[in-house]
């Protein structure tokens, strides 16, 4: 199994900046992708931004410019520097790795619990 735990949300006022951190765990034989997922209430969850082993990186048009993804391959880390935030990215981040497990036979899509980031005043 492989596990995936978020950290470093928390309350911001507009404008300011937080990072997010995700690490994965457990028998992990290779990362393909990882990226950040958020949901508002009242929401479907939507892609915020994702990178690949070798760094190439996608970004949602509401993220782009103001959001940076970045990952520590040696680490199995992804994190999200997040800056200028707004009140709309008020929402629960998601973390999701998918890649190969065990000796590489076996695929696996991990999702972690979630961390609240809330933009306000």
């Known amino acids: 199994q492989v596990q995936v735990v978020e950290s470093g949300g928390g309350l911001v006022q507009p404008g300011g900046s937080l990072r997010l951190s995700c690490v994965a765990s457990?028998?992990?034989?290779?990362?393909?992708?990882m990226g950040w997922y958020r949901q508002a209430p009242g929401k479907e969850r939507e892609l915020v931004a994702t990178?690949?082993?070798?760094?190439?990186?996608n970004y949602a048009d509401s993220v782009k410019g103001r959001f940076t993804i970045s990952r520590d391959n040696a680490k199995n880390m992804v994190y999200l520097q997040m800056n200028s935030l707004k009140p709309e990215d008020t929402a629960v981040y998601y973390c999701?790795?998918?890649?190969?497990?065990?000796?590489?036979?076996?695929?696996?899509?991990?999702w972690g619990q979630g961390t609240q980031v809330t933009v306000s005043s």
């Open positions: 457990g028998s992990i034989f290779s990362i393909n992708v």
């Open positions: 990178i690949t082993s070798g760094g190439s990186t």
């Open positions: 999701n790795a998918n890649g190969r497990s065990g000796s590489g036979w076996s695929r696996f899509d991990s």
